[in-house]
């Protein structure tokens, strides 16, 4: 490997809330009790150290002693239009197609407000990302959820029939799409994207596609931007995109969107600028120019590579070691979503308790019910092996027991 993804970082006390936000409610885990460090297993940022292409290219940038006003660099066009083309195989892309946003989220709740209206139905699939629920229902639109379906390798799948059920009874005009999907990690084929999109077509839906998990792809896979499948999809299409997720930058605060067809990008643009404060942070562009350079190729690659081990080392410890617990392996993110039905069911107990246990021994797991998973707990494996086997072995020691 060129780049660490074996030392163990203490981020307490500097800005991270996924070790110093303990207790805090809202979902935190509680802190552990004495005797047992805490290992971050909850919200979904990295503990590597960031790239250092990232860091220098901040720290050039603040050599210069003057932050006012600024518009884009060129660069910041440039490095986005050659990445998708050379990790998501994307041609065409232009810089008057891609438009700064603050965050995904936010970008998804400008689309939604700019083609519904309160009271109007937004169709998502369950599981679910907690941040869409949160954000769409913030806006006072309504949830309607399609499930998706394990077949019988486990593999995680949309129900077209139940799509389109749902689609034509509730009058749906609006889709949030999540691909790679957040949090049961699917990386969708080319057929299913075609045929989630020709429903959507079919009924009219503006599309939101929320692709901040497409650069965290496993060997193997590949990922299809959602507006590639089609011209049609081309041109009914917002998507999502942040080196946020793939580079440990959510505290640095800066998405982008994709937007091919005119009319959508003035009103999506239109919308986003009504808060007054959806502006790009000057530190925040020269990160991305960094991270989107030569050595982010090599860095992302050699992390698929590390996700790869834990989420191996990690599905053949459960299926091993923790009878009653599944997980469907997945093929992009770093999450598990575990599935603790049958264990809870045999040993007469809820998942909470299941996930307080867990908590109890320092490993910091996330409740999976608020993401629509009944007994569910979702897991981050974005750190090293090291402390992922320590927290496997913890729970096989003192949760998941007789």
Known sequence: MTYDF?????????????????????????????????????????????LPSITEAIGARLQQPHFGYFDPRPEYFDRIISWQHDRNKVEGLEPAHIGYENGVLGGVVSTIEAFTAPGDTVLVHSPTYIGFTKSIENAGRHIELSPLKQDENGVWRMDFDDMEKRLSERRIHAAVFCSPHNPCGRVWERWEIERAMQLYKQYDCVVVSDEIWSDIILPGQQHIPTQSVSEDARERTVAFYAPSKTFNLAGLVGSYHIIYNDYLRDRVTAQSSKCHYNEMNVLSMHALIGAYGTEGRIWVDELCQVIEGNIDWACRFIEAHVPGVTVARPQGTYMLFLDCTQWCDEHGCDVSEVLHRGWEVGVGWQDGRPFHGPCHIRMNLALPLSSVQEAFQRLESHVFVD
């Open 6 to 50: 074996t030392t163990l970082m203490d981020r307490h006390g500097w800005d991270a809330v996924a070790v110093d936000g303990l207790g805090a409610g809202g979902g935190a885990p509680e802190p552990p009790r004495a005797g047992y460090d805490f290992i971050p297993m909850w919200v979904a940022d990295m503990n590597f150290p960031v």
